[in-house]
Structure formats: C-alpha cells, structure tokens
C-alpha cells in the first residue's frame, strides 16, 4: 500500500441541510478556495489544511492523497472572494484593478452532478490561471502527494483545465500523481488526448458493490487493452486507465453521509472476479471500503475479534500463546464450539488465564474455501475439516507450525496468512476436545505465558497488524507497474 486518500467532501461541514449538492455549507478561505472542516479535522485549524495529517501519513511510510472538484466553488462565487497572486502574496491584479471571483467563474459549465457546488473558470484569463495555481500550490505546501481531480473528464471533460493543471503541477520541485475523473462516456480516442497529461484517469462511472457494476466493466477493458493506452507516458512518468475503487468489505450506501453499516454485496467470487480482472487490466488498486474493517465475506458480523490481551494481574504479565502439540498432550484437549448465533461459530480454549478475563480466547470457524474449480474434484479432503479465522471479518486463516510454538505478539508474522486450501490451514475438532491439522497431525494448544519480556506492563488489548499484512498482500499480488511502487 503506498497512497492513503481523502474522498471528496472534506471542506464540507457536517450539519443539518448539508449534502452533496448542496449550497452554502463549504469552508473556504478568504481567496475562495476549500479547506477542510475544522470540526471534522482538528489537526486543520490555525490556516494549518491538511499539513498535519500529512505529516502523520508521512511518518507511516505512506503518502497522501485528496480528492478535489473542477474550477471554483459556487459559494465562492456567490461572496466574489480575491484572487491569490501567489507570486506577490496578496490579491491578484491586472489593467489596474483587482480580479475576484466573479470576474473568473463560468456558471454556464456547472459541473453537471454537482451544479450548486463547482463550476469551471476560465483558463484564457490569467486571473483563471492564477486560482487555479493557488489551488494547488496550497495543495503542494500541505505535503499532498496524490490530487484527485474531479468533474474535469468524461462527460465534464475540460481540456484546458487539466492542461493547466497538469502544467503546475510538473513545475513542482517534487512529484504529485495526477488523477482525473469521472470515466463516463469514455473512449480511447478521448483518454489520448489527457494521458500525457496525468497519471491515472476514470474510464468508467462510479463502481458498486452489484454484478452488473462488475460486468460493465469488461468491454471496456477490452478495448483499452487493445488501444496500447496502458502503461502510456504520462506525467513525469506514465499514465494507466483506472476502473475505479474497489468496493469491498464495510460499505456506506451511496450519497450516506454515515457509516460504514453493511458488508460488500459482491459474494466472493463476485470478488475475486474484479480483483483478477482489475489485475488483468493493470488498473491502479484503489480500496474503497473501510480500511480497519477489510472483509471478503459477506454478511460478516463483528468488523474486529481481538484474540490475544495483555491484562495486569500484580506485577504480573500474562499472556496467551497458541501454539501447537503432540495430541497426546493433555494440555491439547481444550477445544469446544460457541455458537454466536444460527450463522456463525466459534471455537474457543475452555480455560481462562487470569481472573481478570472476561471470556477465554477464541477462533472463527468456517468450512474450507477451496480454489476455484476445485470443490468437486478434490471435496474429499475437505470433509470434516475447518479454517479457523482471527476474524469474522478478514480472510486470514490459521497455518500449523509444527517447527515453534508462536506467542500472541508473534501471530501477526506468521501464524495466519491468506486463506487457501493448503492442508495446513485444515483443521478438525474432535469429540475429546483436541484440534487436530490435517497436515502436520499435530495438535493446537493455548498458554498462559507469564511476564518473560512478551510484552511491556499494561491493560491494552493487543490488536493483531494483520491489517496492513493481508492488504499489503494483494497489492504485491495484483500490481506491478511503476507509478506505484
């Protein structure tokens, strides 16, 4: 994973009457350009934009993006704010007058989704060039890395603004990626004229979490496959056709203002189609779900089962390790299954380590998923057998180790991966309460570890960064072209 992008509506305040379309409700500086809400962003406050989430961004190795809308805002308009000559630093002037707003939008070429919100400005004028550098000058000086550019391509399609655009942003002492969108009515023959110009542009309308969203897709992946676009040159780099966001595990109905509240509607070979298609096409990887609740199974309940605390007891630090046995062991019958509810099962050690836990630690069960085109030839082998899941909602499964004995810290880095078919993600739970792997026969066990430098002497719960592990999987799976690694 490399970018962490901001959608769009981060300058609008979050009240009563606010949505989309809707006027009036936008922070704006006093040269007419959006700032983010200092009520939803904080860190903004002081003229500070997005500098300090930036930074944050930055620290974890990542780079940031935002999401931002053709020419001029209508509400900056309407109060007819100065213009930033960012050369002199105070308002633009020409012929002996002050140039504003007024003097630059073009009402008549709205953007057409969002009339009340933006329209373009007049790129013959100087006054038009000068926001429009404003813009991004200020976007440059915040630490954005990735610029969005909306309701500029397609259908909106304004030549002279991503020209322009294009032409800040390659003077810049260091890169910006280039994105324009949306992709309605796109053609090879139009994406010709723009991808010199950028990085990455829309050639679809905005994808959901529907069959038929997917399957549109395919005809024009088709045809830009056999057009040479892909890979072309672009801005001080190359330039890729985008298919759009993905949308996958926890969603937000479209235009919701609220959530996420519900799982991706596409089942998972619905998923598996437009990831591999996504692939084939070399589209740029975009998630477009809730990143901490990433799922690949619909209908999960819980976004995050935590499986390993730490808890203070005295001076004492106990911590539960899972690791594996000889199922003559007895430490190895241990094993029952709670039902959560009709659906969905756990399997769970029936003792608990220390008196201050609330409950005893537990997996998620499920049948084998096995590879496509496998079930009916190799459905044998997965009769009786399990995948066991930190989560209900990510697709990371239990491997045996038969070589070490993996303490909860050490989870994250080896003992769940992604699950498959392999025989040592199987596993069986018998009647005398042992959890055998078909692979390695061996047997899963849970300990108390106490206080041996495991970990540092707090109450936190311990969240397992398989997060980032299984994300960052697909992206080295799936992409392999330069502009993002």
């Known amino acids: 994973m490399q970018y962490v992008v901001v959608d769009y509506l981060w300058y609008r305040r979050k009240v009563e009457g606010a949505y989309p379309d809707s006027l009036g409700f936008d922070v704006i500086d006093e040269w007419g350009r959006p700032i983010p809400d200092p009520e939803r962003w904080p860190s903004s406050k002081d003229g500070k934009g997005f500098s300090e989430v930036a930074k944050k961004v930055h620290s974890m190795g990542l780079k940031f993006g935002i999401h931002v809308m053709r ?19 105070s308002a633009y002037e020409e012929s002996g007058r002050q140039w504003t707003s007024k003097d ?34 200020q976007y440059a000086e915040w630490g954005v890395d990735f610029v969005k550019h909306d309701c500029v391509f397609g259908e909106d399609l304004d030549i002279d603004e991503i020209s322009f655009v294009s032409e800040v942003l390659r ?60 890979g072309a040159k672009g801005l001080l780099g190359r330039s890729w056709p985008d298919l759009d966001m993905l949308p996958l595990g926890w969603l937000s109905d479209p ?87 009709q659906d969905l099962e756990q399997i769970c050690w029936k003792e608990k380590f220390g008196s201050k836990l609330a409950e005893p630690p537990c997996l998620y069960k499920r049948k084998p998923l096995p590879a496509l085109g496998e079930e009916m030839i190799y459905k044998p082998k997965y009769q009786g057998t399990l995948h066991l899941l930190a989560t209900d909602g990510m697709e990371l499964c239990l491997d045996a180790s038969p070589r070490k004995r993996l303490t909860s810290k050490e ?31 061996l047997c899963a066990t849970m300990d108390s570890l106490e206080g041996d430098g495991y970990g540092v002497k707090r109450t936190d719960i311990m969240i397992f960064k398989i997060l980032g592990f299984f994300f960052l999987v697909i992206i080295y799976i799936f992409l392999d072209f330069e502009i993002f690694f």
């Open 104 to 137: 630059i939008g073009l009402k008549e070429r709205a953007c057409a989704w969002m009339s009340h919100g933006f329209m373009s400005v007049n790129t013959k004028l100087e006054a038009g060039r000068a926001f429009l550098r404003s813009l991004h000058l």
């Open 255 to 341: 235009g919701s203002n609220e959530g996420p509240h519900r799982p991706s509607n596409l089942n998972l070979d619905e998923q598996r189609t437009q990831m591999t298609l996504w692939a084939m096409a070399k589209s740029p990887i975009m998630f477009g779900g809730d990143f901490p609740c990433i799922t690949g199974v619909k209908g999960s309940r819980s976004k995050t089962r935590v499986l390993s605390q730490n808890l203070e007891e005295g001076d004492m630090l106990n911590t539960r390790a899972l690791g594996v046995t000889t199922c003559k062991d007895p430490k190895a019958y241990g094993w029952s299954i709670k039902a959560l509810d």
């Open 171 to 230: 003077k810049l002492d260091r890169p910006i990626l280039y994105s324009v969108s949306p992709g309605t009515s796109v053609t090879p023959a139009m994406a010709k004229d723009v991808s010199g110009l950028v990085n990455m542009y829309r050639i679809t309308g905005d994808d959901w979490d529907t069959w038929s969203d997917v399957v549109s897709h395919f005809d024009i992946s088709r045809d830009f496959s056999t057009s040479k676009m892909i």
């Open 411 to 441: 989870l994250g880095g080896g003992s769940f991966s992604s699950c498959k078919g392999d025989a040592n993600q199987m596993w069986e739970l018998n009647a005398n309460g042992s959890l055998i792997n078909s692979y390695s026969g």
């Open 71 to 89: 020419g001029i805002s209508l509400q900056a308009f309407n109060a007819n704010t100065p213009i930033l000559d960012t050369v002199k630093g």
